[in-house]
C-alpha cells in the first residue's frame, strides 16, 4: 500500500495519541514523543508497526505525539492515520483491528 | 466538558471579548498588523458559556494562545485548544505549523510534540509536524567530502538579481569550495519566488560551485521573519532576526558545514541592519560572518530598491547598469506585468 499524502488521526488531549503518517523510503520509522517512554515506548512502536504491516505499508514515516492511550486506542489512530494517508478512507479495512 | 468554537474577529463585540481575555491572561500587543495577519480564530466555552481558551492561525503560525486553568486539570484546556488549531490546519492540508512564544512556556509545546528550533532570553521558536527542519536540510543538495570542504552560505530575496548580488556571490564562489545562495522562499515581493529563483540561477550558472536553494520557512521566511517585510518596532525586528540567526546557527550551519556567511552592507534597509547585526552576534565565531560592502557603479551603490524604481518609472536603459543580462532581459519581456503588480499596489520600497 502507497502512501500517498499526510494523514493524520488523534488528538493531544489525555489518553489519546496524535498519529501523522508521511511518505518514507526507509522502511517504517517511528518519531515517538511520550510521557512514558521508558516504560512503554516499544510497546507503543510495536502496535503502530503491527497495524501499519496489517493494512500492507512497508514504507512510511510516522510522527507519534502519545498522552497515554491505550493500545486499542493506538491500533485505532493508526488506521484512521494511514487510510488518510493512503486516501482509502472510503474502503476501511476494519479487520486489521 | 470544555466545547470548542469559532470566533469572528470582524465582529466587534465578539473582538472586545477576546481582547479582553487577553488581556487578564498578559498579552498586551495588539498591533493592527498583528491582528490583520490572523486567518482564523477558535475559542474554548466551559459550561457556564464562559470564554476559558483562545488561540489563533496565521498562515501556518499558531497566535494568541492563552488558556485560564481555573477549575480545570492543568494543561487540559491547553492541550485542547492546541489540537483544535492544528485539527483547523489539517483540515486545509497543513501538516506543518510553527509557534513564536515567551521562552516559559517552551516545554507546554515541546510536551505537545513541538520541536524547538531556537530560543533567546526572551522568545522561543518550535515547530510541529511534518515536512521539519531535518527534512528540509536533508533535501538540499551537498557534495562529496562536504565537511572538509570550506562550504560559505549567503541568503538573498533578490528582487531582482542585481550585479551587487552577483558580485557577492562571485566573491564568494572565489573564497570557498562551495556557495550555498538561499533565497527568501516567501512570496511577498515584486519579482515571484519563481521568478526570484530563476534569476539567480542563470545569473550564477556559470559559478560552478554555487548552489542555488529555497530558503523554505527556515531563512527569513514570512512564518519567522515577518518584521522583514513590514514596518516593525525594534524590539520586534530584533527578537525575530535573532531567532532566524540561530536556527541558522542550531541546524542549517552544522548540517551542511558551512563555516562562513557573506553579508552585504545595508546603507538604507534599517531592518536589514538589524538583521546583520544579529546574525554578527550569534554567529560568530562558530561561522565567519564577513561583510562585503556594497558595490558601486559610478559612485552609486547598487541596490534592487532602485531598480524597482526604475521599472516603475519604466527607465529600463538606466537599469542595464545595476543588473546582469538574464535579469535585464526577464525585465524588458515582462515589463508589463512588472508594472502592473505595481499598480495593483505592491510595496517596492520595503525588502
Known sequence: ?97 | MDKVVDLYLNNPATKKKWQNFLLKMGITDFGLREIAAIDHTLALIDENGQLVGTGSIANNVLKYIAVCNQDAVPGARFNQMVTALQHYLFDQKIFHSFVFTKAKYATSFSHLGFSELAHTEHAAFLESGTPDINDFIAAIPKIEDQFNKQVAAIVMNANPFTLGHRKLVQLASQENDLVYVFVVATDLSLFKTKERMQLVKSGTSDLKNVLVVSGGDYMVSQSTFPAYFLKSSADLITTQTDIDALVFKNFIAPQLAIKRRYLGTEPFSRTTNFYNQSLTNKLSPLVDVRIVNRFQINGKVITATRVRQLIKEDNLTAISNFVPPQTMQFIYRQKEVLQARIKEGININGN
Open chain 1, 1 to 97: 500500500m502507497e502512501i500517498k499524502t499526510i494523514g493524520v488521526a488523534g488528538t493531544l488531549e489525555s489518553s489519546d495519541i496524535q498519529i501523522m503518517i508521511s511518505k518514507g523510503t526507509n522502511g517504517i520509522q517511528i518519531d515517538l514523543d511520550s510521557e512514558v517512554i521508558k516504560a512503554y515506548g516499544d510497546q507503543i512502536k510495536e502496535v503502530i508497526i503491527t497495524t501499519l504491516k496489517k493494512y500492507g505499508v512497508q514504507n512510511a514515516k510516522v510522527k507519534a505525539t502519545d498522552k497515554g492511550a491505550l493500545d486499542c486506542v493506538i491500533a485505532a489512530r493508526t488506521l484512521t492515520a494511514v487510510q488518510r494517508a493512503t486516501e482509502t478512507s472510503d474502503q476501511p479495512k476494519l479487520e486489521v483491528l
